[in-house]
């Protein structure tokens, strides 16, 4: 009896080691995300801030141009966009993903969805009202390059209304150099309405 307690204690302190030895890589991956973790609870995200302002609403008066290509005929044109409404499901959780009238490049480009208007004025002949297009729709941004800002694109639906009919349009759009310049083509299948522009897509943020 005597003689096995001292081989236990004996083997007691190479036990303890190599549990030690065994358990501390557990204990380490336990404790390692604890700093992530903590970490990313204290970090603040800070809003962008972003409102309405003068030089803003200025620029946003410079239109686009487009070629508008209806039956047997072709004219030029200009269009502007605004954005009611748009929400972000590409940016950071953390931040806000809803904007209403103005919305930072990476917000829609990283991928979202807006509510749209866009007025069209179109360089064809007869009464000044006829020349004047109006559309209302859902567009979906997606990224395709560096989260949208080398390259994105998009798909769209729209009402359209002019002449005093209402038809549908379809859309479809491919944008770079941070969503500043891009390129649409709309199409209109309704009989009366039918045609189909090209437009250059030129936003100012």
Known sequence: MPRARRLARR???????????????LARAAAAPEGPRRAAATAAATEPGIRLTLPWLLVQ??????????????????????????????????LSPWRAFVAEPLTRHAGSIELFGSPEYIARPGAFADRWMLRGGVRAYFPLLHRGDYMSCSL???????RDRLGASYEAGVYTLFGGLGAQVTYTPTAALRSTTFTISIRYF
């Open 11 to 25: 083997r007691a302190p190479a036990l303890a080691a190599c549990a030690a030895v065994l358990c501390w890589p």
């Open 156 to 162: 769209g639906g729209s009402a359209v209304y002019a």
């Open 61 to 94: 008066l410079v239109p686009s141009p487009e070629l508008w290509i209806g039956q047997g005929e072709a004219h030029f044109g200009i269009r502007w966009q605004v954005t009611p409404l748009l929400y972000s499901f590409g940016i950071n959780r953390k």
